[in-house]
């Protein structure tokens, strides 16, 4: 139980356009999920939290424009880089929330992008 | 603020040598929960554990064991005869009592386990 997807796991796309990233809790609904990014070799950071139905909330410095995130549905949250630039390379991995008596946050696998 | 440090960022040992992965966090919460997650090579976080603030007991589940400390602050977790497949990186990580599935995660910033045959 507790599974986490993503798709795509790995993106090579060029400077300039759009990557979409979907992240699915595949058995459980999850009222939130969370995004985040790895650089190599450091920890995860969070870019946003993700709620069902609701507005994401960024973290500081993070580019609200830039990082579209939408949470349509208790298993369903998605996160698209617009104008992707190389600087935009890098690992980003969501979790999703199971309530109740787990409470934990259940990791996906993760998308590599890379921007040329 | 929250805070959780991994002091040790390498640790190599050779397969079948007991290790331990320390922990150490801070917050003004009285209650909370904290968790270990292994990040294998593959990139994907695998929860490992989490410890409610208020149960100090220990936990052993196989070769894996955790000793919670409240009175130092720490979290530490060994791993009994390591193997290969133990080969990781090992997050230690901290949010509020309840919000385990809805709060921030504080993550420490990992302690890379290499487990040589």
């Known amino acids: 139980g507790a599974v986490v997807s993503q798709h795509p796991s790995r993106v090579i796309c060029k400077s300039g356009t759009s990557v979409k990233i979907e992240c699915r809790s595949l058995?459980?609904?999850?009222?939130?999920m969370f995004w985040y990014r790895q650089f190599p070799k450091q920890s995860l950071m969070l870019m946003a939290t993700?709620?069902?139905?609701?507005?994401?909330?960024?973290e500081q410095g993070v580019e609200k424009d830039k990082f579209l995130i939408n949470h349509a549905s208790l298993t369903l949250s998605t996160l698209t880089v617009t104008s992707a630039h190389p600087e935009d390379s890098s690992f980003y991995i969501c979790?999703?929330?199971?309530?109740?008596?787990?409470?934990?946050?259940?990791f996906g696998p993760g998308t590599r992008l890379t921007v040329l | 603020a929250q805070k959780v440090t991994q002091a040790q960022t390498e640790i190599s040992v050779v397969e079948k040598e007991d290790v331990t992965l320390d922990c150490v966090y801070e917050?003004?919460?009285?209650?909370?929960?904290l968790f270990w997650y292994k990040q294998p090579p593959s990139g994907e976080l695998v929860f490992l554990i989490r410890?409610?603030?208020?149960?100090?007991q220990n936990e052993i589940s196989g070769r894996y064991s955790w000793n919670f400390q409240k009175s130092t602050s720490s979290f530490n977790f060994t791993i009994t005869a390591s193997q290969v497949v133990d080969s990781a990186v090992y997050f230690c990580?901290?949010?509020?009592f309840g919000g385990g599935a809805n709060s921030k995660l504080t993550f420490g910033k990992g302690i890379t386990l290499s487990v040589r045959p």
């Open positions: 058995d459980f609904q999850a009222t939130t």
């Open positions: 993700s709620n069902e139905g609701s507005k994401a909330t960024y």
């Open positions: 917050t003004r919460d009285t209650t909370y929960y």
């Open positions: 979790s999703a929330g199971l309530a109740g008596v787990s409470d934990t946050q259940y």
């Open positions: 410890r409610n603030s208020f149960d100090e």
């Open positions: 990580a901290l949010s509020a």
